[in-house]
């Protein structure tokens, strides 16, 4: 199976930056996507990297290194509506989801 | 331009009964997946469509469960005999078939077994 772990919660402050790490133990995946989930309502897709290194999009970046097995999203300049949980997935024949991570920003 | 569509939101049904639940995908989407998401969990993959095809359905459970979807019409997961521990949130996603586009997640339905 893929084993694909995050911390389960994160707390941080309103206007700060936040790093939310992935971890996988799977190969052959034809890339990582990161995907934000407000309580109760559909996860939203926020970035995809197939390639190693860095994307960024507006205040959310993604780092992808295949041979270290890792992930990351960074969220830069967090607002109160960034509180929600984060989750990653590799893309095998279908998505496949770690746990998440639930971020609560605080004022 | 319509999302994915998931009906009911909500759906109650009572142990021993049947849950139909509809996904129809983004216009242009030609691939269709399930997820099941418990409290406090992440989204477990089920199943995976294309019109007419199960491509890979490793995480349905072997009883009960049964998905289609059919050249006409939405996508239909399908629970027989409902138990208490099938309560959870059934969301589905559609993709193009250049998948890194982003798969698109319906605002699922919300199932509860009394």
């Known amino acids: 199976g893929q084993n694909i772990d995050q911390p389960t919660e994160m707390t941080a402050t309103e206007g700060a930056i936040v790093q939310i790490n992935c971890t996988y133990q799977?190969?052959?995946?034809?890339?990582l996507f990161w995907y934000q989930q407000h309580a109760g309502e559909a996860p939203t897709f926020l970035s995809y990297?197939?390639?190693?290194g860095l994307e960024e999009k507006g205040r959310f970046s993604s780092f992808l290194s295949r041979s270290k097995g890792y992930s990351y999203l960074l969220l830069k300049e967090l607002q109160m509506k960034d509180s929600a949980s984060y989750l990653c997935?590799?893309?095998?024949?279908?998505?496949?989801f770690g746990k998440g991570t639930t971020l609560s920003v605080s004022s | 331009n319509a999302g994915v569509m998931q009906n009911p939101r909500h759906l109650v049904r009572r142990r021993g009964q049947e849950a139909r639940l509809r996904c129809s995908p983004m216009?242009?989407?030609?691939?269709v997946y399930w997820y099941r998401q418990l409290p406090e969990e992440g989204l477990k993959f089920m199943v995976y469509?294309?019109?007419?095809?199960?491509?890979?359905e490793s995480g349905m459970p072997k009883e009960r469960f049964s998905a289609e979807f059919p050249k006409e019409g939405p996508s239909i997961l399908r629970i027989q005999q409902v138990v208490r521990g099938d309560s959870a949130a059934y969301f589905c996603?559609?993709?193009?078939?250049?998948?890194?586009?982003?798969?698109?997640f319906g605002s699922g339905t919300r199932l509860t077994v009394v």
């Open positions: 997935a590799v893309e095998l024949t279908a998505l496949i």
């Open positions: 996603a559609s993709s193009p078939p250049a998948r890194y586009y982003g798969y698109t």
């Open positions: 990297n197939v390639l190693d």
């Open positions: 216009k242009g989407h030609s691939h």
């Open positions: 799977t190969s052959g995946f034809n890339g």
């Open positions: 469509l294309q019109k007419e095809n199960i491509i890979d």
